[in-house]
């Protein structure tokens, strides 16, 4: 009766084990990527403890565009960066033509070719994980890696676009902490007072170190319509900052030089303005320049058109010119070197000066010689006769004795 007994329970725990075992070989291995689970027409087996896998889904689910050569019977996975070469029944692969060797060879199974999964999985940069347990691999693939220099190169297209469309967007394109400063302001006076078009004619990203980079940027401004103004270039250091979703912004800027870049052309171009007027225009500047001379205050104001910004503060400009240029200064010599009519469009023209001045500061005696180009916008007054407007320096040199 023992030994009966013995034997029945050996009996039952060799048949629950036996089962197990029949149970365990009939799971069926799962291959996921990336949290999808891939679909075979053909299961998924293991040799010498290497998964093989009908070649054509794995190399669709992992970006790889497929070629297969009949006569070599040579697959061929191929994207952007990556070109994976097999071959049947050979050990020999080739990754970006580098010839590597596998443990199994791809394998023609029920007419459909099996090729082994980690080694393609893993040289597409995807890292493969095995689960034993529940025979499942796992494929992550890689992370796209953040082309920033692109991205940086996107911004300043951005940049561009907005600015020449006058579009407040551009405000995006900044940091919280710069807006509020002094941007929006700028740009909204910018778009609504210019008529210009930016160019970036020259970038060049100086460094790029985890969330910070720094862009060296050339850009130009064309007028192209509206009041004249002369075209000019700015150099600017960008600093950017990484924000989320690996996007650029702008940081700060520093601007390292300004010039303008027309300004030889527009004296030697032909100007469609009549010699009177021409002559009217220089003669009220040298009024302009004798009332320094002069230190006569009335004299000078009588050269500057009712519209001058200046005027604004009558009270204040009479202060100034009475109670301290003309007050604190004396200026022996006021030389006009230069005076050319650059821009002429119905009642409004522009000037181009380039004069310098010898002046005594007289509570030093102190000599200072001072030279100025200058783009001098005139205007027809309500009188007919032509006013200055506004002024704005081109360059300015002083020296002292």
């Not at 999808?36 to 054509?56: A, G, K, M, S």
């Not at 009949?70 to 080739?94: D, H, P, R």
């Not at 090729?115 to 494929?139: C, H, M, Y």
Request: aromatic share 14%; hydrophobic share 40%.
């Amino acid at each position: 009766m023992k030994k009966r007994t013995v034997f029945s329970i050996l009996f039952l725990l060799s048949f629950l084990f036996s089962m197990t075992a029949i149970a365990s070989e009939e799971i069926e291995i799962e291959v996921w990527i990336n949290g999808v689970q891939l679909q075979f027409e053909d299961e998924p087996f293991i040799d010498n403890n290497t998964t093989l896998v009908p070649f054509r889904a794995l190399f669709n689910d992992l970006g790889l565009n497929v070629k297969w050569d009949q006569e070599t019977k040579t697959i061929t996975g191929v994207n952007e960066e990556l070109t994976v070469e097999l071959t049947l029944n050979s050990n020999l692969a080739k990754v970006n033509g580098e010839s590597l060797e596998m443990l199994v060879v791809p394998q023609l199974v029920n007419n459909r070719t099996f090729v082994p999964l980690r080694f393609v999985g893993e040289s597409t940069g995807a890292n493969v994980q095995w689960d034993g347990a529940s025979k499942t691999i796992s494929i992550t693939s890689p992370e796209t890696k953040v082309n920033d220099e692109e991205l940086i190169l996107e911004l300043f297209d951005q940049y561009e676009a907005y600015y020449n469309d006058k579009d407040l967007e551009i405000l995006s394109l900044f940091e919280k902490q710069i807006k509020e400063e002094w941007v929006e302001d700028s740009f909204k006076n910018e778009f609504e007072h210019t008529h210009n078009q930016i160019e970036v004619k020259d970038l060049e990203i100086l460094s790029i170190e985890d969330n910070e980079a720094y862009v060296y940027v050339e850009e130009t401004y064309e007028r192209i319509d509206g009041p004249f103004s002369l075209d000019y270039k700015y150099e600017i250091v960008y600093s950017l900052a990484r924000h989320k979703n690996d996007k650029w912004l702008i940081n700060d800027l520093e601007f390292t030089s300004f010039d303008y870049i027309n300004l030889d052309e527009l004296k030697n171009s032909d100007i469609d303005i009549s010699e009177k007027d021409e002559k009217e225009i220089i003669a009220t500047f040298e009024k302009h320049l004798d009332a320094f001379k002069e230190e006569s205050y009335s004299k000078l104001k009588s050269t500057l058109h009712e519209d001058s910004a200046a005027l604004s503060d009558s009270e204040w400009l009479e202060v100034f010119f009475k109670e301290f240029l003309f007050a604190e200064f004396d200026y022996t010599t006021v030389d006009l070197e230069e005076a050319y009519v650059v821009y002429a469009d119905g009642d409004e023209a522009g000037l181009y000066v380039a004069y310098s001045t010898k002046s005594i500061y007289l509570e030093t005696e102190e000599v200072d010689y001072e030279s100025y180009e200058e783009l001098v916008t005139f205007k027809k007054a309500s009188n007919g006769k032509w006013k200055i407007l506004s002024f704005d320096t081109l360059e300015y040199n002083i020296e002292f004795e």
